[in-house]
């Protein structure tokens, strides 16, 4: 059956427990599984990608059937899916799925393509589409995220900001993250600011630098450093971003210390970490003990502040912070 995107929270208690979500636009399906599936749910979260999921689908129909009194409410996220699926959602279907909700995530689908023929004819599933954002919808992520935050912008940099996003609301996001960080110290922010935070995409992703820091991959900041000449507000924007992904690191970190299933912790982390970012995390988390990350934050505001006073060596004492931690 299909049904369209805000419609999902109507039909979500149904009977109907199996979902596929596809279209290019990514950062809606994730806002919608987030919004609808994962906030205040208290059970057990898995994802995998396709292949993951095939190659280990005898272990994952298991675990569908056999249910215990801990852990019986779960959803199952399949992302990257294609018509290579079929015949295991097939069996999928054939299980009782009273407490287990599936969710195949899929760029675009044709008309033509059998998963989605296959389950748009199924009265056991819901196909749900998810188009491109417009002007409009960037718009209003941009307005609701300033009143949100109390942060200033021109109309002109509010523009900027939704040209930058090509059309795709994780871009927006990503650009606004920037902004946000950014803004801690300042909440009205000019245009040329803004120019000059999103202009730094181009040159390198902030979130690439602050994930090798906490990788401790010295060989990759290096590399990173060498290739760009950052300005004074590239340099707080850098530090802003490690200090952010630090403080969710350290959650994690203490998370684990009860749970020990980093898997688990992961799923259940909030703002949610998507598959793309998996391996990441799970590398930072083997790195560094919790006194060693909190000590870190702690140096990571000081710097800010001597960065900020010596704006003229503000690029020694970022690279010297971020390449001898």
């Given at each position: 059956m299909i049904i369209k995107?805000?419609?999902?929270?109507?039909?979500?208690?149904?009977?109907?427990?199996?979902?596929?979500?596809?279209?290019?636009?990514?950062?809606?399906?994730?806002?919608?599984?987030?919004?609808?599936?994962?906030?205040?749910?208290?059970?057990?979260?898995?994802?995998?990608?396709?292949?993951?999921?095939?190659?280990?689908?005898?272990?994952i129909i298991n675990e569908i059937i056999t249910k215990s009194l801990f852990d019986n409410k779960k959803i199952i996220i399949v992302s990257r899916t294609t018509d290579k699926i079929i015949k295991y959602i097939e069996e999928v279907l054939?299980?009782?799925?009273?407490?287990?909700k599936v969710i195949l995530k899929s760029g675009t689908l044709e008309k033509k393509s059998k998963l989605r023929i296959h389950l748009e004819k199924n009265d056991k599933a819901y196909v749900v589409p998810f188009y491109e954002d417009n002007l409009k919808s960037l718009s209003n992520i941009v307005v609701d995220f300033l009143n949100k935050n109390k942060i200033k912008i021109s109309t002109e940099s509010v523009n900027l900001l939704i040209s930058?996003?090509?059309?795709?609301?994780?871009?927006?996001?990503?650009?606004?993250?920037?902004?946000?960080n950014y803004s801690k110290?300042?909440?009205?922010?000019?245009?040329?600011?803004?120019?000059?935070?999103?202009?730094?995409?181009?040159?390198?992703?902030?979130?690439?630098?602050?994930?090798?820091?906490?990788?401790?991959?010295?060989?990759?900041i290096s590399k990173i450093l060498n290739e760009n000449n950052f300005?004074?507000?590239?340099?707080?924007?850098?530090?802003?971003?490690?200090?952010?992904?630090s403080k969710r690191?350290?959650?994690?970190?203490?998370?684990?210390?009860?749970?020990?299933?980093?898997?688990?912790?992961?799923?259940?982390?909030?703002?949610?970490?998507?598959?793309k970012d998996k391996e990441n995390v799970k590398i930072q988390a083997n790195k560094w003990s919790l006194n060693d990350l909190k000590n870190k934050i702690f140096q990571i505001?000081?710097?800010?502040?001597?960065?900020?006073?010596?704006?003229?060596?503000?690029?020694?004492?970022?690279?010297?912070?971020?390449?001898?931690?």
């Open positions: 995107y805000f419609e999902v929270n109507k039909v979500i208690k149904n009977n109907i427990n199996l979902f596929l979500f596809y279209g290019k636009n990514e950062g809606l399906q994730n806002e919608t599984i987030e919004n609808n599936f994962i906030k205040k749910f208290d059970g057990i979260i898995n994802k995998y990608e396709e292949t993951e999921f095939i190659n280990n689908f005898e272990i054939k299980r009782d799925l009273e407490d287990i930058r996003a090509s059309g795709n609301r994780d871009n927006l996001k990503t650009e606004l993250e920037k902004i946000l110290s300042k909440k009205i922010i000019d245009f040329e600011t803004v120019k000059k935070l999103t202009n730094l995409s181009e040159n390198i992703d902030v979130s690439e630098l602050a994930d090798n820091f906490l990788k401790k991959n010295k060989k990759n300005s004074d507000e590239d340099c707080v924007l850098i530090l802003r971003t490690i200090l952010s992904k690191l350290m959650g994690i970190i203490e998370r684990l210390e009860i749970s020990k299933n980093i898997d688990q912790v992961i799923s259940l982390t909030r703002p949610p970490i998507f598959w505001s000081e710097i800010e502040t001597l960065i900020k006073t010596n704006s003229k060596n503000s690029l020694n004492l970022l690279s010297d912070f971020i390449v001898n931690n």
